[in-house]
């Protein structure tokens, strides 16, 4: 309803290298096994995020947050998963809604945005939102 109202654009992405972009906030490690070659037996530390670990998905979101907020984005009070910042001719707002790896974008320039995301993350750009 927003991006229809002020004549947004809308367009989607996949962040491809989630879980590996943020650093885990748990300890963990594990027996190097023999495809470690002459490292075998020795202890291997995680410092990144693996995926199915029980903090992965909050680790990455607040990677993600810190990327948008230092884009300029701020979380709305409402849902923390929707980002705001005023737009840079100051005459709208611009949103970013995330849901884990996946991301819209409500903007008259969503492809400035994406380029600043795609600074950070490596993205699969998904397109415009299908609204049908």
């Known amino acids: 309803m927003i991006a229809h109202q002020n004549n947004f654009k809308v367009l ?16 963990v ?19 990144k995020v ?26 709305t009070c409402f849902d923390n998963n929707v980002w705001i910042r005023l737009s840079k001719d100051k005459k709208a707002y611009e949103y970013v809604c995330s849901h884990v790896d996946d991301f819209c974008i409500f903007s008259r320039d969503p492809e400035l945005i994406m380029k600043q995301i795609k600074s950070v993350f490596t993205v699969k750009v998904k397109g415009p939102l299908n609204t049908t």
Do not use: W
């Open 12 to 27: 989607c992405g996949e962040v491809g290298n989630t879980f590996v972009t943020a650093d885990t906030r748990e300890k």
């Open 29 to 47: 490690y594990f027996i190097a096994g023999r495809e470690f070659g002459e490292r075998q037996g020795m202890t291997v530390i995680i410092s």
């Open 50 to 75: 693996l995926y199915r670990l029980a903090s992965s998905a909050a680790c990455f979101h607040a990677h993600f947050g810190d990327t948008l907020r230092s884009f300029g984005f701020v979380p």
